[in-house]
Each structure stands twice: as structure tokens, then as C-alpha cells.
């Protein structure tokens, strides 16, 4: 398989129109990343898991109780497709996105994408994205759930004191440089220390290699 580094951003889909194929867990957390950033989500799938459900009960999603049709993407920045079991309609809505220059990400599927969503890290303000380039989404995974252990409700309090002092210092000090030599101080001293452990098969690998 190719192996795609991408070119990383932040998209802005706060009251933009966003799709999700899909009704399951995969799905859900999509919808949710999509909410959290302000997004107007239409979920379309003929059913939905407990969690979209209550979404769509609330009013904070739309729900279609069908299949998607080309229609549907009239308008919207953003199409997830979380639907992997039939090929050809992935490769259609492929060629579909393409043509109408809709982004679309087919989770697992990077060949059937035009961009792709990479493990996320949230916590309070911060936002850290994890990617392995396609080449591993099992290991970017797995450093995710690590790094949410490492930030965590201090991290997000810290954050959080960083951002007011921020705004303080725009509303009072009017030199650039000051503001930016207060700020550096402000984070000084902090640090991320981290040790990596390899699992025994790498280390096997590794061996049988020399």
C-alpha cells in the first residue's frame, strides 16, 4: 500500500455543512468531532447506534433514513464516509467528490479519499494530531490513547491560564515584542518528557535482521 504524508491542517467547518455515512460507533465519533467544532451535521444511514440516535432526538444532528444519493453533497464542505463494505459505492462517491470538489474522507480507505482524518488527541484547548502516513493507523492509535494520559486535567487548567494571559496581554500591553518575550517567559520551564517501550515482536525483527 502507498503511503501518503499528506499536507496537515486545520479546517474550519464551524457552520459549515458536514456529511457522515454511517450509523455505528465509527461513525459517532465523527459526528461528535464534527459538533465539537461547530459543524451543521447530516448523518445518512437507513440505521443508527444508540449514541446518533439521541443526537438526532435532540435536534443536534439531521438524520436521513437512507442511502446516500449524489444530491446530498449540494452545498456541503465535508463528506465521511464510515460505510466500508461495498467498494464500488466508495469508489463512486470517489469520483463524485472529485467532480463536484467536495473533501472527502473514507475512513480506512485512503486510495477513496481526498483528505483524511488523523488520530486526535483533544484535551481542553489543545489539539494534537497523530498520523503514521497510512503506513500504521494501529500504532497512531495506540500513541494517542498515550498521549491523552500524558495531557490531562492540569494540562487543560494550564492551557486555559495561558489562553487569559494571552488576552490580558493583547488588551494591555501594546508592544508586540514585550508581549511576545512575556509570553515565552510564561511557558518557560515546561517540558514533555517521554520514554518509548517497543513491543517484543519489533524486538524479535530487529534480531533475526542482524
Known amino acids: 500500500m502507498t503511503t501518503n504524508p499528506g499536507f ?8 459549515r455543512s458536514c456529511l457522515v455515512l454511517g450509523g455505528d460507533e465509527e461513525a459517532a465519533d465523527k459526528v461528535q468531532r464534527l459538533l465539537e467544532a461547530g459543524a451543521k451535521v447530516t448523518v445518512i444511514h437507513p440505521t443508527l447506534n444508540d449514541p446518533l440516535r439521541r443526537l438526532a432526538a435532540s435536534g443536534k444532528i439531521i ?3 437512507r442511502t446516500f444519493r449524489a444530491s446530498d453533497a449540494d452545498g456541503v464542505l465535508l463528506v465521511i464516509n464510515t460505510v466500508k463494505s ?3 459505492y466508495n469508489r463512486s462517491l470517489y469520483e463524485l467528490a472529485k467532480k463536484e470538489r467536495f473533501l472527502l474522507c473514507s475512513t480506512d480507505q485512503p486510495e477513496l479519499s481526498t483528505c483524511m482524518m488523523p488520530a486526535l488527541v483533544s484535551r481542553g484547548h489543545l489539539r494534537v494530531a497523530v498520523s503514521t502516513s497510512g503506513a500504521a493507523p494501529a500504532l497512531a492509535s495506540r500513541l494517542r490513547q498515550d498521549l491523552e494520559a500524558v495531557f490531562d486535567d492540569e494540562f487543560a487548567a494550564f492551557l486555559e491560564w495561558l489562553k487569559t494571559l ?17 509570553l515565552r517567559e510564561a511557558v518557560e520551564g515546561f517540558k514533555l518528557a517521554a520514554t518509548v517501550t517497543y513491543p517484543q515482536g519489533w524486538i524479535d525483527a530487529k534480531k533475526s535482521s542482524t
Do not use: P
Request: glycine residues 4%.
Open 8 to 15: 496537515q491542517l486545520s479546517l474550519d467547518v464551524k457552520g
Open 63 to 65: 438524520h436521513r433514513v
Open 86 to 88: 461495498d467498494t464500488d
Open 166 to 182: 494571552r488576552e490580558q496581554m493583547l488588551a494591555h500591553e501594546v508592544d508586540a515584542e514585550k508581549r511576545r518575550a512575556q
